[in-house]
């Protein structure tokens, strides 16, 4: 069954310091990879996504993905985080049947 | 929250109605989804539509009900069959089924009691 985990309820880092939330999938063929975030109250905003290609996806806010084939992995980095980069952040992944799947949530904290 | 419109933000019903839920978008896209969020839970698959006049059901369609007449609105009916329907409910519309990245509306919560 296809699946996606995000092991991390809540990461702390310090503002400066660079930030990774962790997503682990499972997916039959090739996966399509997705991270979103989540504001109080809100909908939530594209970040990036792995279609084909590098390894290494960058997209908004200075964020930035790494696809690991291997361990079937595709975490969320930021070199130097922000205050304002706390939010609820979500990994997803598209099924063969075209339906997303989405994991559980990890609610990043920057500490000032 | 892009070209996604929901309405309206806060809705208030009493136990055994029915609630309809609006979601309208203006980015051309053919397909669109309902989630339903809870906490601790992420985001779950209520119904899809990849066209107009065509939709099906998510993981946890039981107690929902959906049109897709016209290809900017996608509204979900909560029934009285829904047996917990208190949740803050995200509407989004993609450019079509496939690689494309989800546009979300600002999101519905709704309380019955």
């Known amino acids: 069954a296809q699946s996606v985990a995000q092991p991390e309820d809540q990461v702390n880092v310090a503002e400066g310091n660079p930030l990774t939330v962790k997503c682990t999938y499972s997916?039959?063929?090739?996966?399509?990879l997705f991270w979103y975030v989540q504001y109080p109250n809100r909908g939530l905003q594209f970040l990036l996504k792995?279609?084909?290609?590098?390894?290494l996806v960058k997209g908004s806010y200075g964020f930035e993905a790494e696809f690991n084939k291997s361990q079937t992995s595709f975490h969320l980095k930021k070199p130097s985080a922000l205050v304002s980069d706390s939010a609820l952040y979500f990994c997803?992944?598209?099924?063969?049947?075209?339906?997303?799947?989405f994991g559980t949530g990890t609610r990043l904290k920057v500490l000032a | 929250d892009g070209g996604i419109t929901q309405s309206p933000k806060y809705l208030f019903r009493k136990e055994g109605q029915n609630v309809t839920l609006s979601c309208e978008q203006n980015?051309?896209?053919?397909?669109m989804y309902w989630y339903r969020q809870d906490p601790g839970q992420g985001l779950r698959l209520i119904y899809y539509?990849?066209?107009?006049?065509?939709?099906q059901k998510g993981d946890i369609a039981e107690g929902y009900s959906v049109s897709r007449e016209k290809k900017e609105s996608f509204p979900l009916t909560v029934t009285s069959a829904q047996k917990n329907p208190t949740a803050f409910y995200l509407c989004?519309?993609?450019?079509?089924?496939?690689?494309?990245?989800?546009?979300f509306g600002p999101g519905t919560r709704l309380t019955v009691t």
């Open positions: 792995y279609i084909t290609g590098d390894n």
């Open positions: 997803a992944v598209r099924d063969v049947t075209y339906k997303y799947i």
């Open positions: 997916v039959s063929g090739n996966p399509y």
């Open positions: 980015l051309n896209h053919d397909a």
């Open positions: 989004a519309s993609s450019v079509g089924a496939g690689s494309y990245e989800q546009y």
């Open positions: 539509s990849q066209i107009v006049n065509d939709f």
